[in-house]
């Protein structure tokens, strides 16, 4: 990896963070994964490229099923 750039591949998050970054709070997030629609790397944990492309996929869906 060249200097000054960041592999984002491997990096894994807080549920804090899921929650600023998708601006919901916790416990959306964890209701979030209650219906599968994300899920855990580990307890509280969450990859955060696999997370962020399951959350646009559901709000993708979300959005043509209203159509």
């Known amino acids: 990896m060249s200097a000054g750039k960041t592999d984002i591949s491997e990096i894994v998050v807080n549920t804090a963070a899921i929650a600023k970054i998708f601006n919901l709070t916790e416990r ?3 209701q979030l994964v209650e219906e599968g629609i994300i899920s855990r790397a580990g307890y509280g944990r969450f990859d955060l490229i696999d ?9 993708k869906l979300s959005s043509e099923g209203n159509r």
Request: no cysteine.
């Open 51 to 59: 997370t962020v492309s399951k959350y646009v996929t559901f709000l």
């Open 28 to 30: 959306r997030v964890r």
